[in-house]
T-cell receptor, first 114, second 116 residues
């Protein structure tokens, strides 16, 4: 069955530190990949997405992610985090057929401290 | 805002009761998916409706059921509520079908269900 692994349960960083959150998926077919963010008390928001083309995708708020097909990975990065980035981050994968469910990882809680 | 609205936003029910949650999908979207997000967990897929037909189901018992209406809005019904059903229930709409971009899901704000 399709699954998504996020390596870090909770990450604590100081402001201006660089961020990398790991995401690996287990599916050999053609996939679409997403990172969602959930700020405290708010709904899931799309940070960025990969469908095809350039494997380095840029999203909102300075986030980017790199799709490495050979490693089944889609890691999220940000060069310099801010306190306002404190949130839960979810990686999600779906088959590109569109009629299968979006499978989420368990999430990584990011806490940014001053 | 995603254009996906869910109601109610919060709900408290007693064990054994039944509950209906509602979702209005984004305009033009014919696919609605429901997810359960327990505290501290990622969203878990419950089921998906595509053009009023259920076309996928996760590992949830039959007391979780749903409907999709001709306007593509949807309901999630849960019978015989259990304490473990307490969670945030998320609805997501998408274009569905094949084609790049059709898989992008737009989420509502969720309904927080508490079973006591």
């Amino acid at each position: 069955a399709q699954s998504v692994s996020q390596h870090n349960h909770h990450v604590i960083l100081s402001e201006a530190a660089s961020l990398e959150l790991g995401c690996n998926y287990s599916y050999g077919g053609t996939v679409n990949l997403f990172w969602y963010v959930q700020y405290p008390g708010q709904h899931l928001q799309l940070l960025l997405k990969y469908f095809s083309g350039d494997p380095l995708v840029k999203g909102i708020k300075g986030f980017e992610a790199e799709f490495i097909k050979s490693k089944f990975s889609f890691n999220l990065r940000k060069p310099s985090v801010q306190w306002s980035d404190t949130a839960e981050y979810f990686c999600a994968v779906i088959l590109d057929s569109g009629n299968t469910p979006l499978v989420f990882g368990k999430g990584t809680r990011l806490s940014v401290i001053a | 805002e995603t254009g996906v609205t869910q109601s109610p936003t919060h709900l408290i029910k007693t064990r054994g009761q039944q509950v209906t949650l509602r979702c209005s999908s984004q305009s033009g979207h014919n696919t609605v998916s429901w997810y359960q997000q327990a505290l501290g967990q990622g969203p878990q897929f419950i089921f998906q409706y595509y053009r009023e037909e259920e076309n996928g189901r996760g590992n949830f018992p039959p007391r979780f059921s749903g409907l999709q209406f001709p306007n593509y809005s949807s309901e999630l019904n849960v019978n015989a509520l259990e304490l473990d059903d307490s969670a945030l229930y998320l609805c997501a709409s998408s274009l569905g079908g094949y084609g790049e971009g059709n898989t992008e899901a737009f989420f509502g704000q969720g309904t927080r269900l508490t079973v006591v």
